[in-house]
């Protein structure tokens, strides 16, 4: 991967020896230090640090160049996976508010299944397999490799999303006037969601262990994103409130009103993009911190 900065590009060059380095043939004679003359030192010449900008791009674009093929069966399952939880729920839910939690829950889980599960695997797999080193020696700011795979991985999700929301409110006779909501619940929910799961990847100790936290998020996401809130127990409504993606299905379900409270929907969201933003910079965090050791 290239990161351009201006039109120059970002280029290593090799150290000069220094005055310990052993130095033989012809270069011993024209190196030798004249008398009277203060030795000449070249220092390193490092290559400079892009902006977060370019590098954010040219992250973005290498991840999902690389990840295009492989994810488009996951999205399907994971698209398959939301609609046929609704067809389940069908049978269960008649509707009102009950059918649009639904519906929102699962159209936010295909984000779920994306952003949190598959990119705490992706990054276990890099910290396991020291792909974090190649990361390391590239001159990008740590939030542009996390920013960059999280969106990247936050892409694939639209999709599935869309089709998800749309097959839930046919399935149930939910209104899609207000649907366009999703244009802002998308890309907040898998800010709070990818952020949670790097940060997962980059925090576990092993691989294995990666995985189990991604497929605990995921069903986490599963049981107190679709479930209504109403059936769930008091505690674990508790533990509801703390799921990021929450407050992203909250203001999908509230569209789905013939008259939704705008300034309720508004604080929803407001809500998701401060948690996003908290769990990015936690997974910047984590980055350093794995990048180190």
């Known amino acids: 991967m290239r990161v351009g900065v201006g039109r120059e590009h970002c280029q290593v060059r090799s150290i000069v020896p220094t005055e310990s380095a052993k130095v033989t043939g012809p270069e011993a004679r024209t190196s030798a230090v004249r008398p009277g003359r203060p030795a000449r030192t070249a220092p390193a010449a490092l290559a400079p640090r892009a902006g977060l900008l370019p590098s954010l791009a040219a992250v973005y674009r290498a991840q999902l160049s690389r990840a295009r093929v492989a994810r488009i069966p996951l999205l399907f399952v994971a698209t398959f996976q939301s609609v046929g939880i609704m067809v389940l729920m069908r049978g269960v839910v008649d509707g009102g508010a009950e059918a649009r939690a639904v519906v929102a829950g699962s159209s936010v889980l295909v984000v779920a299944f994306v952003a949190l599960n ?21 001159p990008v700011p740590p939030a542009a490799v996390v920013l960059g795979a999280a969106g990247a991985y936050a892409s694939f999700t639209v999709p599935g999303t869309i089709v998800t929301a749309v097959a839930g409110s046919a399935l149930f006779g939910l209104p899609m006037t207000h649907l366009w909501v999703l244009v802002a619940v998308i890309p907040l929910s898998g800010a ?95 980055y350093r911190r794995a990048a180190v050791r």
């Open 118 to 138: 598959l990119l705490a695997q992706y990054f276990g797999r890099l910290r396991a397999g020291g792909g974090l080193d190649h990361y390391a020696t590239l």
């Open 192 to 286: 709070a969601l990818s952020g949670l799961g790097a940060a997962l990847g980059l925090l576990a100790p092993r691989q294995e262990l990666a995985t189990l936290l991604g497929q605990l998020g995921m069903s986490a996401a599963l049981l107190l994103g679709v479930l209504p809130a109403e059936r769930l127990p008091g505690p674990v409504g508790w533990a509801r409130d703390l799921l990021p993606s929450t407050y992203g299905v909250e203001a999908l379900a509230r569209s789905f009103d013939t008259h939704p409270d705008w300034a309720v929907v508004a604080l929803d969201l407001a809500v998701c993009a401060a948690v996003g933003v908290l769990s990015l910079a936690v997974a910047t965090w984590a």
